[in-house]
């Protein structure tokens, strides 16, 4: 499991590395508009919306090593050609590419989860792994940014996704860690295909949460530098994010609980508390207690935000291989569709230099949302509960 955890550090930091440096290249060195930067918020998410279904048959086809050796490649090859890039157009197409091979590697290794005896751990280490990368990135990159430059941090990402290449193909991914249970299981006969009941299931949710914090992350540097909050308020609470990230992920890690069924009062509640956290952001902002609340608003968010993720992860972690791999494609790319979707619908509706009204009409529905799918849910599971007790 290390090894394959040690190749998902490299592709993280990677993929967080030069995405920083994309948007700071975008808008430093071409000097991009607005809409130049929603056009690059657009080819990022579009991929992962639309190839979802392919990326499970790629999944279901090929073995993971190769899928992981195309991905990394393509990324590598889409990363280094941004650094002979003179203008928006060809950075979208680079852009669009990258977001595609980048793409394939999550349904690739929720695929491979089922070798792993403990899914539960296997999630929390996997989102401790991306936690770690978003928080190491961004110091990274900005100094290199600022020492070599944002073309040069392209090439030093591209070199880095080659240089874990031998690593991927050396790797027996699991194989020593499957469980002899598994081993003389019979084969499975559970359906992959994504229906009715995993769309209320997972897809409310997932809208729901991705949706708003999408739009809500765009807006809020807009928002903070309205109000005139800080930097230095901004990067506290920033940091104290991200230590709370790494707690929630090592507690979940330490805790290793293996999920039965799917985690409806987890998710419930990580809904709730991702709306509370904005809500309380929007209130905060304006207010004269902003640099308490806007610290503590930041760690609830990435404490409800992380507990969300890590109990999708482990309910897509326990299916079979095919099942999981169709999940894994269903939740990344009906998460990117909702952020994309919101993130546009929040650009063009604003109808004021303050975000704030948009702010409570969009906590308001994802409150509504959140409420009813958990009423709808519980009783569904009140009533199979009732039903296994006759």
């Known amino acids: 499991m290390y090894k394959l955890l040690a190749i998902m550090a490299v592709a993280a930091v990677t993929a967080s590395l030069d995405l920083i440096s994309i948007f700071t290249f975008a808008g430093y060195v071409l000097q991009a508009d607005a809409k130049g930067v929603a056009f690059i918020a657009v080819a990022m998410f579009l991929p992962l919306s639309i190839l979802g279904k392919y990326y499970a048959r790629l999944v279901a086809r090929y073995s993971a090593r190769d899928l992981m050796l195309f991905s990394l490649v393509v990324r590598a090859l889409a990363t280094g050609m941004m650094f002979w890039v003179n203008d928006l157009a060809m950075l979208l197409v680079l852009v669009t590419l990258r977001s595609a091979a980048i793409g394939l590697f999550y349904p690739t290794i929720a695929a491979l989860a089922e070798r792993y005896r403990e899914h539960g751990k296997f999630a929390a280490w996997t989102n401790l792994t991306n936690s770690g990368a978003r928080i190491a990135a961004p110091l990274v990159g900005g100094v290199l940014g600022v020492v070599i430059g944002e073309k040069f941090v392209f090439v030093v990402s591209a070199v880095a996704c080659i240089l874990v290449l031998p690593l991927v193909v050396m790797g027996r991914f699991g194989g020593v860690e499957r469980s002899s249970q598994a081993a003389n299981a019979k084969p499975e006969t559970t359906s992959a295909r994504v229906g009715l009941k995993t769309w209320l299931l997972m897809g409310v949710p997932i809208v729901g949460v991705s949706g708003l914090s999408v739009m809500m992350s765009n807006l809020m540097p807009y928002t903070l530098n309205l109000f005139e909050v800080p930097k230095i308020l901004l990067s506290v609470a920033l940091s104290l994010s991200a230590a709370t990230g790494l707690l929630v992920n090592l507690a979940f890690v330490r805790w290793g609980k293996k999920p039965s069924g799917f985690p409806s009062g987890m998710i419930a ?13 929007a209130l905060a902002v ?4 902003s640099i308490y609340m806007i610290p503590l608003m930041f760690m609830l968010l990435t404490l409800s935000k992380t507990s969300f993720t890590v109990s999708i992860m482990g309910y897509v972690f326990q299916q079979p291989k095919e099942r999981a791999a169709r999940l ?12 994309m979707l919101t993130t546009l619908l929040g650009a063009f509706s604003l109808t004021s230099a303050s975000p704030i009204p948009m702010m409570y009409v969009a906590v308001t529905i994802g409150a509504g ?3 009813v799918w958990w009423l709808t849910v519980g009783l569904a599971e009140r009533r199979t509960a009732i039903a296994g007790r006759v």
Do not use: I, K
């Not at 509640?269 to 991702?274: A, D, K, N, Q, T």
């Not at 894994?328 to 952020?339: K, R």
């Open 269 to 281: 509640l990580s809904w709730f508390g991702v709306v509370v956290g904005f809500l309380g952001l």
């Open 369 to 371: 949302a959140c409420l």
């Open 286 to 289: 304006p207010s004269p207690f």
């Open 328 to 339: 894994a494609a269903f939740d990344q790319s009906l998460g990117s569709m909702a952020g």
